[in-house]
């Protein structure tokens, strides 16, 4: 592992850290739901061929929050995106979810975090295609233990707050691409998770349709409280964000809430 | 940092979840399910009809009666094995989505093995029907020594249990394998 490249992205974090006073204007105390602490993850380690897909970082992310994590392509993004989701084991560092460092868990508790803990929305929705919209909602909550009918009913209830109230029956080939990301984004908050990660969610979608889905998972953000961490290339997503991540060559380049940023449609500047 | 409010769990392992994966995996991908049905059906045909015909008393015919029965066998296991394969490398990202989601290795491997079981069971029955009818229906039509009608129920059993056996050896691998597919094959691939 390159030592000197993390000691300098953690200098790099410290200056771009926002304090904890820019939220000053929410009543409640500030609680960090997500930390990562210098987080390194190697591909090949050790041979010639050996990537390094993040070189360190850390980063404090507080509930409630929308954040996005911005970057080209092989930034870096998913990668961090993965080790903070519990997909991907990192090569050096932690990550803590609500105190936990989840390279503690074993792979039943890490099943647990999943199912409970987080909600995934991908960019190719990853919709269960041998089931109907509902039974994909209810799955992660019959995962969870929730009673069957409960869970019935309670799918039905976040399906219809997502605009499919009449699509409850329907299996993924007999819904559009928009439809599709409401199912996985009601699949996503089924267990009232404590965090919502998101990968590239608009980036198979049109730009009317992208819009709306941009528009629905930051309104459940509002009502639920719920944190969302966004990897994205979509301009209009940075629009409804609190914080954007720029990262680059593995390393988190810079930290900015939104009002400190100008968003044009073509560029983002200072 | 504030005070953590919940605790890790474990979970549970739901029977009834398992079930209705295998059965709407099933139900999707009906031509997988034919194929492995099939080669089941035709392996367990195979096997009872040699059971259900009289075999000859020399040397060279047991030879070749126990040379057909193995390759028979053999064929049935990799037309298993081969079947599921397919049916989990479709599979890849949705199983790493239902992972993703929370579904535990064992729930995984219970419902890939729980449907090949499923579907090894009904080509099992087919086959061996099939296989009893044509051996004593062949065996009646060439007036030649018949097997002990008493001795059939058990052999028919016999098959059976050695087609689901097969069956079961045939799905154990793929299911091994998609049950330790990791989470992260769901942001893999396209549609």
Sequence with gaps: M???????????NRQSKIPLDWLSNIDEAIDVTVMAEDVCKFYHEGQPNEV???????????????????????????????????????????????????????????????????????????????MTALENVTLPMLFAGVPGDEAQDRGVEILKRVGLGDRLLHTPKELSGGQQQRVAIARAFANNPAIILADEPTANLDLKTGAEIIDLMRAMNDEQGVTVICATHDYKMLDVTDRIVWMEDGLIRKIAKRGEIEIKVDQISD | ??????????????????????????????????????????????????????????????????????????????GVLNAMLM?????????????????????????????????????????????????????????????????????????????LALTGLGAAFPAFLASKMPPIEAMRGEK
Excluded at chain 2, 129 to 151: C, K, M, R, T
């Design chain 1, 2 to 12: 390159n030592a000197s490249a993390s000691n300098q992205s953690k200098i790099d």
């Design chain 1, 52 to 130: 390094r897909a993040l070189g360190g970082v850390s980063l404090e992310i507080y509930t409630g929050e929308y954040i996005a994590i911005v970057g080209p392509s092989g930034s870096g993004k998913s990668t961090l995106f993965n080790c903070i989701g519990g997909l991907t084991r990192p090569t050096g560092g932690s990550v803590f979810i609500d105190e936990i460092d989840i390279a503690q868990l074993d792979a039943n508790e890490l099943a647990w975090l999943r199912c409970r803990k987080i909600g995934y929305i991908f960019q190719a929705y990853n919709i269960v295609k041998v």
């Design chain 2, 87 to 163: 049916a989990v490398a479709q599979r890849y990202r949705e199983i790493g989505t239902i992972k993703c989601l929370g579904g535990l290795d064992r729930l995984i491997l219970m419902s890939v093995m729980a449907e090949a079981m499923v579907v090894g069971a009904a080509g099992a029955v087919t086959g061996s029907v099939v296989g009893l009818i044509v051996g004593v229906g062949v065996n009646w039509a060439s007036g030649g020594e018949a097997v002990p009608a008493g001795a059939l129920p058990l052999r028919l059993v016999m098959v059976l249990g050695i087609a």
């Design chain 2, 1 to 78: 940092m504030s005070e953590r409010h919940w605790e890790i769990k474990k979970l549970e392992l739901s029977y009834d979840v398992v079930w209705s994966l295998a059965l709407s995996s099933m139900k999707v991908r009906k031509g997988g399910a034919i194929l492995t049905a099939l080669t089941v059906a035709t392996a367990a045909a195979f096997l009872m009809f040699l059971l259900s015909t009289p075999r000859g008393d020399s040397n060279a015919e047991v030879q070749s009666w126990w040379l057909m029965l193995s390759l028979s066998l053999l064929v049935a296991a990799v």
